[in-house]
């Protein structure tokens, strides 16, 4: 085998290479960076050394480090050797002590050229330890004096730049070749026999490889082997069942490959079995049977109520976690054992996580060298855990107590700092996949497809998809007061939208007889978004409606999940009514954005939609706007809610505690964080025990632990760091409980939407102030403003160009055109020029 050097050459070389074994990186990388597997870090030896650098790499999952002498005395008494290699240039082998060369595992070897003899004799030196060798050379070794250092124990070390998906040349090795180079065949026909399994090493059959072949698997990443009647065989290329390779092994021997891989289709065998060693058993099988039932789980079906309901499930998982623990003899374990594995991976599967993941994960967090006290959580022990040192994060889990994780900027690195910003990431890709089939269906079937959708996920039997105005007045009946409390919340909202519709034209002469100007128009139909779910949303209505009505819209198409009884809240209804909603569609996640993209029977197509929702509908959006069939845009990418709130010495604890929880109670994924400025510790207790007592009171309590115990509390000594911290994150609502906090305003760049002091809640904001509620989360504050009149017009511009004018400007035009090559461009000038 080789180890390649990977400094940055290219996302596809770095796929290739990672299909082949291990990569060394270079210590440029950011520890907190995603690694790709089996991944090494070669420390430049001029870089100072920081413990707490090394720990990172490691705990991030880096195999080994690759390091100077300098640090490899010192990280010898406090990493496994196993971890360590040591880089050393050839002539220094000398210098190497007794303790450094036993506590590491291998020597990375920087030599001007490859001696066999002498690397031969440094071999012998670092006794059972691996030899890595790096030439100083413009060229890569050939393949032969490759097979010459791995029969000798050592394994070349190849820079990137020496390898490529194309040819071999004098200065470049193409990776395929690089890896066969020590593979040989005891076979008449010099075929390799090859094992291919599943990601988690399962088996699914023998085939034989080529050169040609493992080398097209190695730059394509698809399944390809060697029919020893055939040829080439490139797996699914006619039966669908393709394969995208995970991982390319060779033997102890070198004469037998291994291919992981993720099958698709039927399955591997040719009749129709994911093996041809039969029907899989055991977690392979179960994995298979709940993402199928996943997918399309019979009504009724057990194992669909669990993916239908979170509380069971969750429930389930807690009580055989309970008789697992009770369980005594050995036959009772392994029974409780997978009753547990099987809710479990129910969980996983509707997650998106399988047991690849799962692997992975314990594999990385075998690789830290950190580890947690490991003391279980009070609710779960009898006697109370041992105090942990204290770390530089503090980690509330040891109590009954809703608390927060704090940090302090001034003892944290910049990476770290980097890790405090950054949000859980949904896997988009992950969703999309497992939205289309909605989406499809429903651009197939029309309205159809969405009653069966409805019925399936929003539980409501329905005979028609769409309500159209004049609504019936008994839909619309709400509390006198909560009618009231719409209409002054419509008017404020009215109020501050109106003020932002663009009404004028712009006109500038740009030059003698030259005008260009631009005007805004509506959007002309809108399908406005409201989630249901376990909250009724009337204020989401009103942000939507009322500045698609400002603006001007044609049709107002509100789209929201029925209720079980087929009926939509009459809140929701009273709203749509007041907004002058053209419809009302009676459907929510991915089928609704779906039948709004496309349109049905009944349902009008739109052009653009609008409006917060949950991963499903999240992906569906992103999915659609980017199928031109659909011509249809969104308004933003849209995550978790979230808020960030700077206090100082003149906050109220029980203000801005609440203030965190108004943001906490939405989820258990939202996000919350506090950036304490210069507050002492007594402040800050009192702030979370504000928390911690305030949550207690709410009904949504358990939603609230979650979300609190993942949420963070940021220290630092200023509020112009407070500020920054709060521009890189770039919250969807910024609350300010600072000392003239109104002076503070013009330093925020990146916020969806900022609360000015002590009694400007983020509530007011939400509901009734004016100010939209539909923002930018996950940090898109960047980049994205939140929803308002604009978001429902359009800009065109329009030039007009006098005789004069075009005498003046014409050649200019005409110069470009030509300079461009497009003569029909300056002929349009031209002949006007000529006339």
Known sequence: MFLPLFLDEGAELLDALIRVGPIIL???RSPALPLPPHAFILVDPSRPFVLEEAISWLDNGVEKLIVPLAWAKELIDLISSERLLLLLDVGN????????????SGVLLKTPAIDLDLIASISKFFTGSVIHVLANSSAPPSQSLMRGLLGIGATPVLPASQLTLGGTSASQINIADAFLAPIVSDRPDGLFPTIVSTETGHSLGLVYSSSASVKESILTGKGVYQSRKHGLWRKGETSGATQDVVSIRLDCDSDS???RVKQHGAGFCHLNRQSCYGETRGLPALESTLRSRFESAPEGSYTKRLFSDPELLRSKIMEEADELCRAEDSTAIAFEAADLIYFALTKCIAAGVGISEIEASLDKKARRVTRRTGNAKPEWSKKPAASPPEPSVIDAEGDDAIRMRTFDLAHISSDERDALLRRPVMNSGEMITRVKPIVDDVRTRGDAALLELTAKFDKAELTSTVVFPPFAADTMVVDPEVGEAIKIAYRNIRKFHEAQADRTTLRVETMPGVVCSRFARPIARVGLYVPGGTAILPSTALMLGIPAQVAGCQQIVLATPP??????????????NLVGASAVLKAGGAQAVAALAYGTETVPKVDKIIGPGNQWVTAAKMLVQNDTDALVSIDMPAGPSEVLVIADYTANPAFVAADLLSQAEHGVDSQVVLVGVN???EKLAEIENEVDIQAHALSRVDIVRKSVSGSLIVKCKFVEEAIAFSNDYAPEHLIL???NASEKVQF????????VGPYTPESCGDYASGTNHTLPTNGYARQYSGVNTLSFQKHITSQEITAAGLKTLGPVVATLADCEGLQAHANAVRIRLRS
């Open 257 to 259: 490959l291994e291919f």
């Open 563 to 576: 209720r079980p009884d087929g009926s939509i809240s009459p809140e929701v209804m009273y709203v749509a």
């Open 93 to 104: 082998v000398s210098a190497v002590s007794d303790t450094v060369r036993n506590g590491v």
């Open 748 to 755: 925020i760049n990146n916020a969806g939407s900022v609360f």
């Open 737 to 739: 409980h600072l000392e």
């Open 679 to 681: 507050l002492d510790a």
């Open 26 to 28: 270079s210590s440029s």
